[in-house]
Antibody, heavy 121, light 110 residues
Framework: EVHLVESGGGLVQPGGSLRLSCAAS????????MSWVRQAPGKGLEWVAI????????YTVDSVKGRFTISRDNAKNSLYLLMNSLRAEDTAFYYC??????????????WGQGTLVTVSS | QSVLTQPPSVSAAPGQKVTISCSGS????????VSWYQQLPGTAPKLLIY???KRPSGIPDRFSGSKSGTSATLDITGLQTGDEADYYC???????????FGGGTKVTVL
């Protein structure tokens, strides 16, 4: 059974940094693209970043470009999101999601339970 | 403002049908497959429909999806109280090399 467990969320001051982790199990981690999706409290889903199988290709939403970095460690079955220069508008639940990518077929087939990041002084 | 446009809310009585629309453009829905996600209150999103109209194992056939041009539709028939949730459409945007979601639709069972 696929399991994705996020950790690393918490309260951070504006301008601060945080690193989120996602521990994956139940599937061959190196065989799947992975992604982060966030959701501000009471708001809709916002895609944040995607990384390919070996980490050589990464895509991020414009609002976090230059501040957030997605990475992965296939040996540790782990996905990461390094968040710098955090702003109040980055406050959200951050979900780790497995991204199915084959040919022109793309979708998020499994999601973690999320970790809350609060940016506030 | 979301790239894909969904109605904020839809509602119907138990047993009835609701339809949720998702409108995009040629760079996203028009040239890529659409997926739908269900988010029950207080839980993480779950894949409901992929490749426009395919259901993952365990998703009842009361849920169906379709796509035409730059728009997609999710139908829920035989509405149940347990279907009360937020529903999101999504697709890859080839021009932005980004994933895009709709703003979400809240389904209420009257």
């Amino acid at each position: 059974e696929v399991h994705l467990v996020e950790s690393g969320g918490g309260l951070v001051q504006p301008g601060g940094s945080l690193r989120l982790s996602c521990a994956a199990s139940g599937f061959t981690f190196s065989g799947y693209w992975m992604s982060w999706v966030r959701q501000a409290p009471g708001k809709g889903l916002e895609w944040v970043a995607i990384i390919n199988l070996d980490g050589t290709a990464k895509y991020t939403v414009d609002s976090v470009k230059g501040r957030f970095t997605i990475s992965r460690d296939n040996a540790k079955n782990s996905l990461y999101l390094l968040m710098n220069s955090l702003r109040a508008e980055d406050t959200a639940f951050y979900y780790c999601a497995r991204f199915y990518a084959s040919g022109w077929h793309y979708y998020f087939d499994y999601w973690g339970q999320g970790t809350l990041v609060t940016v506030s002084s | 403002q979301s790239v894909l446009t969904q109605p904020p809310s839809v509602s119907a009585a138990p047993g009835q049908k609701v339809t949720i629309s998702c409108s995009g453009s040629s760079s996203d829905i028009g040239n890529n497959y659409v997926s739908w996600y269900q988010q029950l209150p207080g839980t993480a999103p779950k894949l409901l429909i992929y490749d426009n109209n395919k259901r993952p194992s365990g998703i009842p056939d009361r849920f169906s999806g379709s796509k035409s041009g730059t728009s997609a539709t999710l139908d829920i028939t035989g509405l149940q109280t347990g279907d009360e949730a937020d529903y999101y459409c999504g697709a890859w945007d080839s021009s932005l090399t980004n994933w895009v979601f709709g703003g979400g639709t809240k389904v209420t069972v009257l």
